[in-house]
């Protein structure tokens, strides 16, 4: 009589198995995977944006972030960075369609915090860099600021930042 009542538990509990490896997998591969594929969108995002920057991959930051930005580039950070109208329009909607999902929210977000508008000030940054002494990057002539993805990150101008290829200039390849 055990054996039947125990029977359906264990039927239950394979798919949850394979429900939650493969949403862990799916996490996995969001949150390495390269530029979303938009085209023109993309190429004119990564004109406007990656001719003074890395043009950073839209799912680093959430709509609310975005719209910020967007709406500020007269002052982007004390440069002007204003675009023709329907430029900003487009690369907005780009930014936004491609936004970080509902799903990461909570890692660049605190509760009642202010959207950041600084990728290094989200809680996602902070985290995946904790390790990271800071005088390897910013006292680092090579770096300089947390802020140069590129120069550590090998795939970072394909929008690919796994940690495992990260390359750290004067150190070396990290390895946390």
């Given at each position: 009589?055990?054996?039947?009542?125990?029977?359906?538990?264990?039927?239950?509990?394979?798919?949850?198995?394979?429900?939650?490896?493969?949403?862990?997998?799916?996490?996995?591969?969001?949150?390495?995977?390269?530029?979303?594929q938009?085209?023109?969108?993309?190429e004119?995002?990564?004109?406007?944006?990656?001719?003074?920057?890395?043009?950073?991959?839209?799912?680093?930051?959430?709509?609310?972030?975005?719209?910020?930005?967007?709406?500020?580039?007269?002052?982007?950070?004390?440069?002007?960075?204003?675009?023709?109208?329907?430029?900003?329009?487009?690369?907005?909607?780009?930014l936004?369609?491609?936004?970080?999902?509902?799903?990461?929210?909570?890692?660049?977000?605190?509760?009642?915090?202010?959207?950041?508008?600084?990728?290094?000030?989200?809680?996602?940054?902070?985290?995946?860099?904790?390790?990271?002494?800071?005088?390897?990057?910013?006292?680092?002539?090579?770096?300089?600021?947390?802020?140069?993805?590129?120069?550590?990150?090998?795939?970072?101008?394909?929008g690919?930042?796994?940690?495992?290829?990260?390359?750290?200039?004067?150190?070396g390849?990290?390895?946390?």
């Amino acid at each position: 009589m055990k054996q039947s009542l125990n029977q359906p538990i264990i039927h239950l509990m394979i798919p949850l198995l394979f429900l939650s490896t493969s949403v862990l997998g799916d996490d996995e591969r969001e949150h390495h995977r390269s530029y979303p594929q938009q085209g023109a969108a993309l190429e004119q995002y990564k004109q406007e944006c990656g001719s003074c920057h890395l043009a950073y991959p839209p799912r680093f930051l959430g709509k609310a972030s975005w719209n910020q930005i967007m709406l500020s580039l007269g002052n982007h950070f004390g440069e002007s960075a204003e675009l023709e109208p329907n430029e900003q329009q487009e690369i907005l909607h780009f930014l936004t369609q491609n936004s970080s999902s509902r799903r990461w929210y909570p890692f660049w977000k605190k509760k009642g915090e202010e959207a950041p508008i600084r990728i290094t000030k989200t809680r996602s940054f902070r985290h995946e860099h904790d390790e990271i002494p800071r005088h390897l990057v910013v006292n680092n002539p090579k770096i300089g600021s947390l802020s140069q993805c590129e120069r550590c990150h090998t795939g970072a101008s394909e929008g690919s930042f796994n940690e495992h290829q990260v390359h750290i200039p004067g150190f070396g390849r990290w390895d946390d």
